[in-house]
């Protein structure tokens, strides 16, 4: 019996200090992550950096001078900070070109002829020099083609018109919902004989901007040209087309992809002291569309994945574990950047990528973070540092996340835990490859307050790391 | 020991009742909440009114011709929706009018005459014709008048340069901290017989956009005239001081207070079926500075309110208490509408306000409600509400809150809950009381999940009251 009450004693002590130090523990990191937050707010760099990349070099598709430039000023970026390594990786990347500004015009006996507002889809082939005129047909989803059949579509332009669905409060399920008419709907229209197909642009708004956006052709069909048209030009399209039915739908595009260029992944990190060798990567993507200027996609994520480092110099904090940002190239139209990226990483046996994080949902108001890991005990560990965040209005910390670009390092490192970060949703498609992602619609303290977010966790992670 | 066995079974299969008919209940709840927030993404009039609020009618401080257009406006729309009581309730307003455009310039003989951006503050008298032209005092803070004393401030102008912090993430913090400064600071400048007073714009944004504001003259002493000058050319003084303290400064100001003038609250009811007498009442405030369209302030709380008991209509859902949309006149520069339906209500032993909403803090992402009120109960119940808006990414339910308008109620109905609406904070000041609060800088998404949460709030207050 006194025995028994004597290891109690001992128990019951040992589990006080091990509450205190974790209290302790607690309490500590709390007033790191608050430096962490003072300091983007005090002493941000990222918005500066952000309007450079945005007014100085602009839109910067893959393969582009502009995308070449951008390249460069990142690398000098991340040179001029002293990272403790700093480097470019080789990718070859698609070239694709818009060449002149598209035409667009419905013409309809009954109406006249109306200007509408049309852009290329990436990757899409350009027109002949007359363009495509031709009837149009309206559908909501792909599989309606299959039941219209060949002979309602042959020598027709498919008009791909189901709006992205209002009602869900995360936008980017809408997009989800969406894409696939843009993703897809050129080769479907194909297997019909279609001539040319038009997609409703991908936004919850109500405007003139078309949105641009890379399709996929399925290299066994035709290759047909596909244009965006905005939202107010296709509820106006299918308005006219209920009224006369046998209207044309004019369009021409001078677009094409120029072949394979060479071009880079940046690359930037500051090493571990105690576990070199354990990477977590934070990236966004260099690339992007040329109609506007990138500056949420993915403007934001990339200035978040340096200034994120930086913090940890303004602090004096080394990191225990290697943080490596990496800035990829061709997100929009090819993935390259990222393929090479993670197989670069497996072939590399003295690293291992314990985690990744991904900023490319826009540079707003920072809501949480998305987790992937195949571990429970490790997701379970990441879902509980909500208790950091909430001070900041971070309250989403949630299974399911990662990002287009990090995506690839899960075939390689099945212990990884992919991160995507999570700002507010609800602007983010207003802008989204379109005209209007540009430097003004960015809001310097949401940006600010991202870049405080995201390396307040690479400090849990570098500090506690993933197990 | 059988009876015993048996009214066990007894309480435990009347628990089990209770706990269905709140699953139930709560399950229920949860259907109809998200109907309305489908309703408001979906069939929401919030924007367009706003459109015309912002566009069409403008600025709209009271006592002006805009003002009253926008009085008759909102009771033809609450008349066009058929509420069940539609009226105007008369409140005598102070009528201040800026007049001509305001100037203001640094005059150094070092660095030569620099315009810079200034506006008056709401009531502020004007300078005489000439302006105001005189040596520059910098202060941070108002107590510091007291320590430099008469000697080193009569006859110059003193300059309020405290920025609003920009570490808290709420930034109506640093509002509140900032504030002093153009409320109190003209007359606590009178005391040293200061000339004029000069204060930072309140925003934390650096631009170039002087942001107004209602200053309170202390009736015992001189009223100076002040003007708010832009973060920019806050700093560009500043700096200019520290090389150049003998530089003078010169504004010129055309403003001036017209007396009192009649105007009015617009008022709107659902009457309750169950409890007509118990009133709930939703506002917002209907004047709005003259320099920009009022459209975050507080236009976006006027469509709100109205907006929320029409997607009750909308549902077809009749409230068990009394819904009320109250559009307060005078919140600005004198709360006269707040204190006026105050006293009326007071005055009125037929009603019962239990609850009151005001939405004023812009058309942003809803992030939660703050609730005021005496019993501790009331409170608990209203926090736990919470579980119904997490989907719709309301986390922050917290205690504290209400609005200028609301706050009279509490001096004569103890026992009634003041709540404030909270969308996200981080861009409210960039607009607020400046020319770029416009219609262009809401989005419309965020206004209208602001309808849908108010709604499903005033539905649960009108289904379980406050008790």
Redesign the interface.
Known sequence: MKAQIFSFIILWSLSCKTVTFAQSNQANDSIIIRQF??AA??QGKCYQWLDYLSNQIGGRLSGSPQAQRAVQWAKMVMDTLKFDKVYLQEVMVPYWVRGKKEEGKIISKKFGKVDVHVCALGNSVGTDKKGVTAQVIEVRALNELEKLGKEKIEGKIVFYNRPME??N?N?FVSYGQAVDQRALGASEAAKYDAVGVIVRSMT???DDHPHTGSLRYDTALKKLPAVAISTNDADKLSEMLKRDPELKFYFKTDCRMMGEVLSYNVIGEIRGTLYPNEIILVGGHLDAWDNGDGAHDDGAGCVHAIESLRLFQVLGIRPKRTLRAVLFMNEENGLRGGLKYAEAAARNSNERHIAAIESDAGGF?P?GFGFSCENKNTLSKMLKYVKYF????L??FKEGGGGADISPLKNHQKEIVLIGYIP?S??YF?YHHAEIDIFANV????LE?GAGSIAALLYLLSEYGTE
């Open positions: 937050y003072d707010l005090m209002p009602r409060i936008t919850l708004a109500h108001t809501r909430k001070p900041y209005g309250h989403e507010d609800q602007r207003d809001n310097r303290r949401e307050l």
